[in-house]
């Protein structure tokens, strides 16, 4: 079983960055797959970003090209999203999430994954 805790949402201005954070426990994620979703007050669930467990394959969703960056420190167990350049349509609760069998291929679709952490809220100023 995979406990994932994300962290660093708050309030920031537009324009202003945050890194948010993903920390697993009860296993090592240096085989998952992970992923960062979110999800917008009356929105669905949309995929914001996907890495490999080794880091060599990235997705982003086209909106968030060039602002934001997923990295990951196996050995810390952790997942980043440094998110830079917000906008307020960015506000949303941000998820992670992993998945072992997509391992080297990480996908976009938000059922694909096992584990889910709890979330954490981003609010973007105008």
């Known amino acids: 079983q995979v406990q994932l805790v994300e962290s660093g949402g708050g309030l920031v201005q537009a324009g202003g960055s945050l890194r948010l954070s993903c920390t697993a426990s009860?296993?090592?994620?240096?085989?998952?797959?992970m992923g960062w979703f979110r999800q917008a007050p009356g929105k669905e669930r949309e995929f914001v970003a996907a890495?490999?467990?080794?880091?060599?394959?990235?997705l982003y969703t086209d909106s968030v090209k060039g602002r934001f960056t997923i990295s990951r420190d196996n050995a810390g167990n952790t997942v980043y999203l440094q998110m830079n350049s917000l906008k307020p349509e960015d506000t949303a609760v941000y998820y992670c999430?992993?998945?072992?069998?997509?391992?080297?291929?990480?996908?976009?679709?938000?059922?694909?994954?096992?584990?889910w952490g709890q979330g954490t809220q981003v609010t973007v100023s105008s």
């Open positions: 999430a992993a998945d072992y069998d997509m391992g080297s291929r990480p996908g976009r679709r938000g059922n694909d994954y096992d584990y």
């Open positions: 009860g296993r090592s994620l240096s085989a998952y797959a």
């Open positions: 890495i490999s467990w080794s880091g060599a394959n990235i």
